[in-house]
């Protein structure tokens, strides 16, 4: 059975950090890259963060970009992202997916899998 488990939301203050992990069953993920979303409530989801089948290609949403660092260990079967400084903007539930791919590359688009998410909350 394929499955995607995100952990590591908590509640946490503004400037503090947290590290989200992606766990995959099911499936290798060595054939798919893997994105974070987020959603808050009544907005669509927003691409934060992805990463390609080797972790040599990354992207970063502008809101996020020199705060956020996403990183897989396909060894662990585990994604993660690492979140700096944040603030309460950042309060979100984060879901990871998983894009099947033959390129080295990552979008923020066309997922095939997704987890249920993480709640992140952000105080001020």
């Known amino acids: 059975q394929l499955r995607l488990v995100e952990s590591g939301g908590d509640l946490v203050r503004a400037g503090g950090s947290l590290r989200l992990s992606c766990t995959f069953s099911?499936?290798?993920?060595?054939?798919?890259?893997i994105t974070w979303f987020r959603q808050v409530p009544g907005k669509e989801p927003e691409g934060v963060s992805c990463?390609?089948?080797?972790?040599?290609?990354?992207d970063y949403s502008d809101s996020v970009k020199g705060r956020f660092t996403i990183s897989r260990d396909n060894a662990k079967r585990t994604v993660y992202l690492q979140m700096n400084r944040l603030n309460p903007e950042d309060t979100a539930t984060y879901y990871c997916a998983g894009d099947w791919t033959v390129v080295d590359k990552c979008f923020f688009y066309g997922m095939d899998y997704w987890g249920k998410g993480t709640l992140v909350t952000v105080s001020s």
């Open positions: 099911g499936f290798n993920l060595d054939y798919y890259a």
């Open positions: 990463i390609s089948t080797s972790g040599g290609f990354t």
